[in-house]
């Protein structure tokens, strides 16, 4: 009798993990930065702030919401701590770096997407990353299947403009594409004429799959605009 009781809790134990296997959640990650935790209508901003947020008030309505991360005063270590789920500064990127030095993630820190892809997701990223732009340290040699966008920040865009920058010494700033396995290749200069569209391009240019060993997926999209607000959009049919 102890056997067959065995016996069935097994079963019903592979059937459950069967079950939660089957049952895994594509996982959507936006990651804006300059949003204020007020902005959106789902937490009391929306059309009283000047524009209504439907999809995202219907997103937070119908999921679950998590209200205690606590971002730092910086984009980089805010994105550092939420790719690691560790403080900024264990990882050397408590602040946003200056100049064409070497920063970023290096590879023993294990991120959400390693995670994510060693549980059998499909993993992409589109748009920003800031958090390392030398080989070793771009999104897909941190986990990441797929990547479309900029390594650094938005601001960047406006550098070739600037008067004195030919002979600054500083690397004019590219879109980046690449895959897993790979050094990412560069498109084309990040500059003012393709920075109000690379937001809805990134959105094009996605080409992440299931596969049949991989049905789930991990997509983060960072999108770059609200960086950047004095940038004036004209939207024509």
């Given at each position: 009798?102890?056997?067959f009781?065995?016996?069935?809790v097994l079963m019903?134990?592979?059937t459950s993990?069967?079950?939660?296997s089957?049952?895994?959640p594509n996982?959507?990650?936006?990651?804006?930065?300059?949003?204020?935790?007020?902005?959106?209508g789902?937490?009391?901003g929306?059309?009283?702030?000047?524009?209504?947020?439907p999809n995202?008030?219907?997103?937070?309505?119908?999921?679950?919401r998590?209200?205690?991360?606590?971002v730092?005063?910086?984009?980089?270590?805010?994105r550092?701590?939420?790719?690691?789920?560790?403080?900024?500064?264990?990882?050397?990127?408590s602040?946003?770096?200056?100049?064409?030095?070497?920063?970023?993630?290096?590879?023993?820190?294990v991120?959400?997407?390693e995670?994510?892809?060693?549980?059998?997701y499909?993993?992409?990223?589109?748009?920003?990353w800031?958090?390392?732009r030398?080989?070793?340290?771009?999104?897909?040699?941190?986990?990441?299947d797929?990547?479309?966008?900029?390594?650094?920040?938005s601001?960047?865009s406006?550098?070739f403009t600037?008067q004195g920058?030919a002979?600054?010494?500083?690397?004019?700033?590219?879109?980046?594409?690449?895959?897993k396995?790979?050094?990412?290749k560069?498109?084309?200069?990040?500059?003012?004429d393709?920075?109000?569209i690379?937001?809805?391009l990134?959105?094009k240019?996605?080409?992440?799959?299931?596969?049949?060993?991989?049905?789930?997926?991990?997509?983060?999209?960072?999108?770059?605009?609200?960086?950047?607000?004095?940038?004036?959009l004209t939207?024509?049919?």
């Amino acid at each position: 009798m102890r056997l067959f009781k065995l016996i069935l809790v097994l079963m019903l134990s592979l059937t459950s993990i069967k079950a939660m296997s089957q049952n895994k959640p594509n996982i959507v990650l936006v990651f804006l930065d300059n949003f204020g935790w007020g902005e959106p209508g789902f937490n009391g901003g929306g059309i009283v702030r000047g524009a209504a947020t439907p999809n995202l008030d219907t997103i937070a309505n119908e999921g679950l919401r998590l209200t205690n991360f606590n971002v730092e005063v910086q984009c980089t270590p805010s994105r550092s701590a939420l790719m690691t789920g560790r403080y900024a500064f264990r990882s050397g990127n408590s602040k946003v770096p200056i100049g064409n030095n070497i920063y970023g993630l290096v590879n023993w820190e294990v991120t959400l997407a390693e995670t994510l892809s060693n549980a059998g997701y499909t993993t992409g990223i589109f748009g920003k990353w800031h958090l390392g732009r030398t080989p070793g340290r771009f999104p897909t040699d941190q986990g990441f299947d797929e990547w479309f966008g900029i390594p650094n920040s938005s601001d960047e865009s406006v550098y070739f403009t600037q008067q004195g920058f030919a002979d600054s010494g500083v690397s004019e700033t590219y879109v980046m594409s690449g895959l897993k396995g790979q050094i990412p290749k560069k498109v084309r200069p990040y500059r003012l004429d393709y920075r109000p569209i690379i937001d809805l391009l990134s959105t094009k240019t996605q080409k992440i799959k299931p596969s049949n060993s991989s049905p789930e997926k991990l997509k983060s999209s960072n999108h770059s605009l609200l960086l950047f607000p004095i940038l004036r959009l004209t939207f024509r049919p």
